[in-house]
């Protein structure tokens, strides 16, 4: 008999089936620049599977996509480098994406930009949670699409707002991914990060082959272009989940 795969393997074999399917899609209706961290920054996100997830998990933080001084940099879910390097100390290190905008270097660990999001998202995460084993051991931390997209002048653009043409198969693809993702973590508690990720969710999870689908909830986006999370969102959060009864 077979030994059963480690999670973590579970998840890098979705991960490149995902990268795999979303190759082979055009995107230059709406964007003149896509860059992939599955790809150029393909051994700091198996890191990260590898050290970080486990099964069952109380609870998974699923975002959108990347932003260009985040995951775009380092591979990791909210990826702000000092979190990265410090906090979570991935030490695996991203290369170059084949076309790099000169506005939008990948720069990896090196980067000294700083991605407000994911330094509200981590630096809350380990403010309440002394180290990344205590937090690992009861949450886990992903995005719905690995794609970054730039339109000429470097300007984020997000999958949101793509006509349905492109939007259509993009969201097959990485639907069949979160579904795949939640069916091996086993999460108590699905939590999407701002609207769009909660509604990926909701879809995903009435489409999962689980007895027990776990419950779902929404928390601020902590992106700097919300006026709301720009006033104390750590606190407005931490008051979400402990309302919802995830935190204590």
């Given amino acids: 008999m077979s030994k059963p795969k480690a999670i973590s393997e579970i998840l890098i074999e979705a991960g490149r089936k995902l990268q795999q399917s979303l190759a082979k899609l055009d995107y230059s209706e709406v964007a003149e620049w896509v ?10 996100y198996c890191e ?23 995951m775009a940099q380092t591979g990791i879910p909210f990826g702000e480098v000092a979190a990265v390097r410090e906090w979570l100390k991935i030490t695996s ?16 660990l ?64 990485c639907d069949r991914h979160l579904i795949s993702v939640l069916e091996a973590l086993q999460p108590a508690c699905f ?16 489409q999962m082959n689980s007895k027990h689908p776990p419950k779902q909830m929404r928390i601020l986006h902590p992106s700097p272009a919300s006026p709301a999370a720009n006033r104390d969102w750590a606190g407005q959060v931490t008051k979400s989940l402990v309302e919802a009864g995830e935190w204590k």
């Fill in 110 to 173: 090196d980067c000294k930009r700083s991605e407000v999001s994911g330094q509200r998202m981590w630096g809350l995460f380990s403010s309440r949670y002394s180290t990344p084993k205590k937090f690992f051991a009861e949450h886990f931390v992903i995005n719905y699409c690995p794609l970054a997209f730039m339109d000429t002048g470097a300007r984020n653009l997000t999958p949101d707002k793509f006509p349905m043409s492109i939007r259509g198969p993009l969201e097959e693809a």
């Fill in 191 to 206: 939590i999407g990060v701002g609207g769009f990720a909660e509604n990926c969710g909701k879809r995903c999870i009435a």
């Fill in 35 to 44: 860059y992939d961290p599955f790809d150029y920054a393909w051994e700091p």
């Fill in 48 to 70: 990260y599977l590898t050290r970080f997830s486990r099964t069952p998990v109380k609870r998974v933080f699923m975002g959108m996509n990347p932003g260009p001084w985040g």
């Fill in 93 to 108: 290190r991203a290369t170059k994406p084949l076309r790099e905008h000169p506005k939008r270097p990948i720069d990896g």
